[in-house]
């Protein structure tokens, strides 16, 4: 066999990697080391969360790390983390609706626009993807927004706040659900899903524009390794073929 015919049968026996389809998933393995992760990278970055909505809600501007002192000094160290347990309770639902709609949506709307529109490969799985991180955003945010308010609520009223200029009139609440009882009772249903339509105009064309361009990407950097292996098989083939000319002629001149 020639050496064009062993590259084109091994270029043509490599493809780009397939996405992972939803009924590939080990379900429980995913939801549950997804909503892990996200946990502990909430649950590091949380102090910091605390001290820019405190910022936010104060009249009067204290430095960062002036309030970061003012907070271990009066609360110790659990006020950088207060609301942090009503946050991790929406973690799981929040993350288990938000995937789930989202590899819903990509093999459902992918096999659509493949099938039905008659886009390529590339272009249904950009759509696919921008409209599955537009369902996503929208659905996890029916958790996210009651638990954004219940936790900043939370977060605003250590240290004083609850009768102080970042307090706004807020009552003071004995954990989250009391937070929610109280919210509730005042403002019924709408008050726990205030900034929901800011929330959805914020988060869902993000996701969309960032799941689009994920898979652009993911396909991009696919052609680019499937070329770069091509050809180190090509210069592998290539000293090879040169090696056994070689020890031919070797052989021919003994």
Request: aromatic share 10%.
């Amino acid at each position: 066999m020639s050496l064009s015919a062993v590259e084109n049968d091994a270029t043509s026996e490599i493809h780009l990697p397939a996405d992972i389809d939803w009924e590939m998933l080990d379900k429980s393995k995913f939801f549950f080391l997804g909503a892990a992760l996200f946990s502990a990278v909430s649950g590091t970055l949380y102090p910091i969360v605390v001290l820019k909505t405190r910022q936010q809600v104060m009249l009067k501007a204290i430095p960062c790390f002036k309030m970061a002192a003012s907070i271990l000094r009066s609360e110790g160290y659990r006020g950088f983390y207060s609301g942090f347990g009503t946050s991790l309770m929406g973690t799981i639902p929040a993350r288990a609706l938000y995937m789930g709609a989202l590899e819903v949506t990509k093999s459902n709307v992918g096999n659509a626009a493949s099938l039905n529109l008659g886009l390529s490969e590339g272009s249904a799985s950009a759509v696919a993807n921008a409209a599955a991180g537009l369902s996503a955003a929208m659905a996890a945010q029916l958790v996210w927004t009651p638990i954004d308010v219940v936790s900043q609520r939370l977060m605003v009223q250590g240290g004083g706040c609850v009768s102080g200029p970042c307090a706004n009139g807020l009552k003071k609440y004995n954990g989250g659900i009391d937070a929610f009882r109280k919210i509730i009772c005042a403002d019924g249903l709408r008050g726990l899903y205030r900034g929901f339509g800011i929330s959805i105009l914020t988060y869902a064309p993000s996701n969309a524009a960032w799941w689009a361009t994920y898979s652009i990407a993911h396909r991009v950097f696919g052609v680019v390794l499937v070329v770069i292996a091509v050809r180190r098989m090509r210069m592998g083939m290539k000293g090879a073929v040169t090696g056994q000319m070689g020890r031919q002629w070797l052989q021919f001149r003994v």
